[in-house]
């Protein structure tokens, strides 16, 4: 069974331009994550999608960041216009239903913004 | 809110030595308790977990105890290689019915030495 994915790997870009990183979660979970990790700090929740609808986005920083999740199946999280602030990793993880506190992970996205 | 406060690194040891790696929490009700593992190069993988008190989480030769009367879940390996180097975060997860996303500790970097 194939586990979380992410892409890209890694991403450098300059302050002011856009960047999209897409999750695709493991087949059957509906329960998908996005958290990041800023400056080797404690990783933070971003927001959570069960199926296609955002359950939870509280921990979203500010309008820049728009998630989507068309389809239930894979999810986008992009950044319009990119801050210096915004470079960290970004992970995404997923569970198979609301009663599974297991969250399985991806590599992470290496954003950094220039 | 929920926190998760961990061990502060770096953390050094020579090959064989015993480790611990502290870490508590404050939360309301019953949490879920993680510890999650990312080496080098690597994304975040489940270590171990314990969903109710006294439960003990082990994996790998690693072991944590859910200790509800300490809201503790400190990390124990009685004798670490040079693989198990990586940085390890301790996390938490809300009772059910309550929200599901992860809350990290800092994180705490191990190094063993040959």
């Known amino acids: 069974e194939a586990g979380v994915t992410q892409f890209p790997s890694h991403s450098v870009i300059e302050k002011g331009q856009t960047v999209t990183l897409r999750c695709d979660p493991i087949?059957?979970?509906?329960?998908l994550y996005w958290y990041r990790r800023v400056m080797g700090k404690e990783i933070k929740f971003l927001l959570h999608?069960?199926?296609?609808?955002?359950?939870?986005e509280s921990g979203m920083p500010n309008n820049r960041f728009l998630a989507e999740r068309t389809g239930g199946t894979y999810s986008t999280l992009k950044v319009q216009p990119a801050e210096l602030e915004d470079s960290g990793v970004y992970f995404c993880?997923?569970?198979?239903?609301?009663?599974?506190?297991?969250?399985?992970f991806g590599p992470g996205t290496r954003l950094l913004v220039l | 809110g929920d926190s998760v406060t961990q061990m502060e690194g770096p953390v050094t040891l020579s090959e064989e030595a015993f480790l611990t790696i502290n870490c508590t929490y404050t939360?309301?009700?019953?949490?879920?308790l993680f510890w999650y593992v990312q080496y080098p190069g690597e994304g975040l993988q489940l270590l171990l977990k314990?969903?109710?008190?006294?439960d003990k989480g082990s994996n790998k030769g690693f072991e944590a105890t859910y200790r509800k009367e300490t809201t503790s879940f400190h990390l124990e390996k009685g004798s670490v290689q040079v693989s198990d180097s990586a940085v390890y975060f301790c996390?938490?997860?809300?009772?059910?019915?309550?929200?599901?996303?992860?809350?990290f500790g800092s994180g705490t970097q191990l190094t063993v030495l040959p």
């Open positions: 993880a997923s569970s198979q239903d609301w009663t599974q506190a297991t969250q399985y």
């Open positions: 087949s059957g979970h509906d329960n």
């Open positions: 999608f069960v199926k296609e609808s955002k359950q939870d």
């Open positions: 939360a309301t009700g019953y949490p879920s």
């Open positions: 314990a969903t109710k008190a006294d």
């Open positions: 996390a938490l997860s809300g009772a059910a019915g309550s929200a599901r996303q992860l809350t």
